[in-house]
């Protein structure tokens, strides 16, 4: 039996329904991972879904069904046009360790490329070793941390800020 074959592909603003069930699905299997909470998102309007997907939004599926999610947020001020935000980063558990997140980390990076973007940011939480660890892999480092930049059920976790430059 041979390897089953995932499609990486940036999803258009027509697309809100497959962006709210892998968004939703994220926010709802691994809440500590992320700073929004699925009850923000779960009762937002379609026109809400819709501009989140004017920055480019890519989605991994398997067998049509979507299984894994990067967003790209590009700044918009002139002078900082050249950086982009990575958000909503997410891969189905059972999908986890079969390069899921690397190839749409790749698909994001080779867009972000294309649109001029220079350097890519995040901010993860500092409990997510996985996340550290995989953001590690592929070239980012670490600038900085956020104390208490979370919020999370009275606890206060520090973001860790990592960044990665795409113009080497």
């Known amino acids: 039996m041979g390897a089953e074959r995932i499609l990486i592909r940036r999803i258009s603003p027509?697309?809100?329904?497959?962006?709210?069930r892998i968004r939703l699905e994220a926010l709802r299997c691994e809440p500590a991972s992320f700073a929004s909470r699925f009850d923000d998102w779960a009762v937002l309007p379609d026109e809400e879904w819709r501009q989140r997907l004017n920055d480019?939004?890519?989605i991994a599926f398997?067998?049509?069904?979507?299984?894994?999610?990067?967003?790209?947020?590009?700044?918009?001020?002139?002078?900082?046009?050249?950086?982009?935000?990575?958000?909503?980063?997410?891969?189905?558990?059972t999908e986890r360790?079969?390069?899921?997140?690397?190839?749409?980390?790749?698909?994001?990076?080779?867009?972000a490329r294309r649109l001029g973007v220079l350097q890519m940011e995040l901010a993860v939480n500092a409990e997510n070793s996985a996340?550290?660890?995989f953001y590690r892999r592929h070239e980012f480092?670490?600038?900085?941390?956020?104390?208490?930049g979370v919020l999370d059920n009275d606890r206060e976790i520090d973001d860790v800020i990592m960044v990665r430059r795409l113009d080497r």
């Not at 360790?97 to 867009?111: F, I, Q, R, Y």
């Open 141 to 148: 480092v670490e600038v900085g941390r956020i104390p208490g």
């Open 62 to 93: 398997s067998k049509s069904e979507p299984i894994g999610i990067m967003r790209l947020v590009r700044f918009r001020p002139r002078k900082m046009a050249h950086r982009a935000t990575l958000v909503s980063v997410y891969v189905r558990q």
């Open 14 to 20: 027509d697309e809100i329904d497959v962006f709210r």
């Open 56 to 58: 480019p939004v890519f």
């Open 97 to 111: 360790g079969a390069g899921v997140a690397a190839d749409l980390l790749n698909a994001v990076s080779n867009s």
């Open 131 to 133: 996340a550290l660890r």
